[in-house]
């Protein structure tokens, strides 16, 4: 990566320097409290390296969707109590986007500390990336860290905006320890990955996904397709999906990239089907030439399991997005388990594997093998933007490296 990171900022500057930080501490909230707190876990890291250099942080991040105005379920002072709870470093919240109060408060706290600022989408401006918005938060410090990778390809106030008003102010704008982990894991995929290189991609939408096969495609050795976006490459292949999930709308590119792949295309050659996409229903594996009437196509069958399983032994690298069925639904989860084990597996054999997608990573979550993977993506959408080779505005804003 051409840009700087937190790594490259001299360590004996920090001290009594007021550094502007964006995280993604986009947590669910449940009555008034945080859930799962992994986000907020993520963003430690850069957090207490700059606090344990006597740095001040200012702290910034949205959460949820408030629309540019207060909503109170929408606060981070939830947050706020849980990041104090796991750093030693004193937290301050502020219930305020901008203003008087966040500017004295920023000047109270003590060297070390963290002021964590309201929502910035309680400001409409975040949105809109106002000018104005950014540069009154880069008025209050002397460095912009963006290590909120989830909310690298949106251009908003807090991430692209404020990185080009800190520039403007002469300062730099670097990517955080996070952030500097996702491009180097995610980019590392699309510049000379070791082969064997394997990707899985599944979920519910192949239009969501194009991007993301098309950039693969020609990258990798082979490209296995799960979940419902198999539906519609059955139905390319002039098969019968019954009453399952086809895009009809994109039948036609799922044939160009079935012939464009070749070999290296592989789909499923069995599936687990059931009258109705609820926990209850009976289900039954057929072959995919057998899918009829009303069945609907909820999981990959035990032959593709096994199938895929052995592809995925076989690889140096592998790049895994998008459930192969309605995991959420125990009877119909075996599909995913069984990659995600494979993937895990593959990775204690010395494998790089990579998981991207939010359900994904809840998947790789549920099947308890996260920590084995050599990287989960915090950042669900903005991992696939990036794979398909859009620009990522919070990427693209940050100084570059001198050289
Ligand atoms: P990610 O967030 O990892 O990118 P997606 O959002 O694309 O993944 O897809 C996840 C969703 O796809 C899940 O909610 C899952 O239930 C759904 N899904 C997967 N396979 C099927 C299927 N055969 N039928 C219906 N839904 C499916
Ligand atoms: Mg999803």
């Not at 986007?97 to 975040?126: Q, W």
């Not at 089907?273 to 209850?280: N, Q």
């Not at 039954?284 to 609907?296: F, H, I, L």
């Amino acid at each position: 990566m051409n840009k700087k990171t937190i790594s490259d900022v001299e360590l004996s500057w920090l001290a009594g320097r007021t550094v502007v930080v964006r995280a993604d501490l986009n947590v669910p909230i449940e009555n008034g409290r945080v859930g799962d707190d992994q986000r907020i876990r993520a963003s430690l890291p850069s957090l207490t390296f700059l606090c344990d250099e006597g740095a001040k942080v200012v702290l910034l991040s949205h959460l949820g969707r408030p629309g540019g105005e207060p909503v109170p379920e929408l606060s981070l002072r939830p947050v706020a109590e849980r990041l104090d709870e796991l750093t030693t470093a004193p937290v301050r919240f502020v219930p305020e986007v901008r203003g008087p109060e966040a500017v004295a408060a920023v000047s109270e706290t003590p060297e070390g500390g963290i002021v964590l600022l309201e929502n910035t989408r309680f400001d409409a401006g975040e949105t809109a990336n106002d000018e104005d918005l950014a540069r009154s938060w880069a008025e209050l410090g002397e460095l912009f860290v963006n290590d909120a990778f989830g909310a690298a390809h949106r251009a908003h106030a807090s991430t692209a905006g404020l990185a080009r008003a800190m520039r403007a102010r002469g300062h730099d704008a670097v990517a955080g320890l996070l952030m500097a982990r996702e491009l180097r894991y995610l980019e590392g995929l699309l510049r000379g990955p070791e082969r064997p290189f394997l990707a899985i991609i599944g979920g519910a939408k192949i239009s969501t996904k194009i991007g993301v096969i098309s950039t693969l495609l020609p990258r990798v050795d082979r490209l296995l397709i799960g979940g419902a976006m198999a539906n519609t490459f059955f139905r390319a292949l002039g098969l019968d999906t019954g009453a399952s999930l086809v895009e009809e709308d994109a039948v036609d590119v799922a044939g160009e990239l079935i012939e464009q792949g070749g070999e290296r295309m592989v789909l499923p050659v069995d599936c687990v089907v059931a009258p109705e996409v609820s926990v209850d229903a009976p289900h039954r594996t057929v072959d995919r030439e057998a899918v009829v009437g009303e069945d609907k196509i909820v999981d990959i069958g035990l032959r593709t399991r096994d199938r895929f399983a052995e592809m995925i032994g076989g690889a140096s690298t592998v790049f895994w997005n998008g459930p192969m069925g309605v995991f959420e639904m125990e009877p119909f989860a075996a599909g995913t388990i069984a990659v995600a084990e494979a993937v895990a597996e593959a990775c204690d054999h010395g494998a790089l594997g990579v998981v991207g997608g939010g359900d994904s990573a809840s998947a790789a979550q549920r099947a308890g093998v996260a920590e084995r993977l050599t990287h989960v993506s915090t950042g669900g959408g903005a991992a696939l933007e990036l794979i398909a080779g859009k620009p990522l505005p919070g990427v693209d804003s940050l100084s570059d490296h001198a050289s």
